[in-house]
């Protein structure tokens, strides 16, 4: 079946423009998770929704990230007046709920700030 | 909170050797302990995976041990190929309700033929 998608697969922006990262997870999964993955280094813990709730945002960096679910599907990352420091890649994953642990993660969405 | 350590960073071997990555945990707690492969340019893809209740699994060349008591966790690799190649990560995370995966920071790994 498919997978988790994300798009864009590269974006590439100004510094001080808001950019959005979309996330489709896998059809039934109740859980979705947001990472970040800097150039070399392993994943850093965003943001997490249980349906279209999100029980834990302590990842987010600072209050220019934002992230929603709507109809416990897709979700979208906002980056609002971009840094060059959030150059990395935005990865997204889901698995079937809390419970079961499993992590499906998508290509990822290569951000590049100029 | 948890934190994960990696060793090595990189590891390369001969086609048809072993590899073994170490990674430490620092929760207790901690009760579930997965594996990933992540290829370049890819998002990473989980190979294996561990609960706290058994010390081992297989799967064909892929094994991991869990150490509770010295709470570490490897993974073996055995008769590497060069499809092998890439950036490996452990993750370790509490098993009750939601508990975010923590990660370690990676290994290169570099199967040559």
């Known amino acids: 079946g498919a997978g988790v998608s994300q798009s864009p697969s590269n974006k590439v922006t100004e510094k001080g423009k808001d950019v959005e990262l979309r996330c489709d997870p896998i059809?039934?999964?109740?859980?979705l998770y947001w990472y970040r993955q800097r150039l070399g280094q392993g994943l850093e813990f965003l943001i997490y929704?249980?349906?279209?709730?999100?029980?834990?945002k302590s990842g987010l960096p600072s209050d220019r990230f934002s992230a929603e679910r709507t109809g416990e599907s897709v979700s979208t990352l906002t980056i609002q007046r971009t840094q060059q420091e959030d150059s990395a890649v935005y990865l997204c994953?889901?698995?079937?709920?809390?419970?079961?642990?499993?992590?499906?993660f998508g290509p990822g969405t290569r951000l590049l700030v100029l | 909170g948890e934190n994960v350590e990696q060793h090595p960073s990189t590891l390369s071997v001969q086609e048809g050797d072993s590899a073994v990555i170490k990674c430490t945990y620092s929760d207790s707690a901690s009760n579930y302990f997965p594996w990933y492969k992540q290829e370049l340019g890819k998002g990473p893809q989980l190979i294996i995976d561990i609960r706290s209740n058994v010390g081992e699994k297989k799967d064909q060349r892929i094994a991991v041990t869990l150490n509770k008591t010295a709470k570490h966790f490897s993974l073996h690799i055995t008769e590497t190929q060069p499809e092998d190649s890439a950036v490996y990560f452990c993750a370790a995370s509490k098993n009750t309700g939601f508990q975010k995966l923590v990660f370690g920071t990676g290994t290169r790994l570099l199967v040559s033929p």
């Open positions: 059809s039934g999964h109740t859980a």
């Open positions: 929704f249980q349906g279209n709730s999100a029980p834990d």
């Open positions: 994953a889901s698995s079937l709920d809390e419970v079961v642990k499993t992590q499906y």
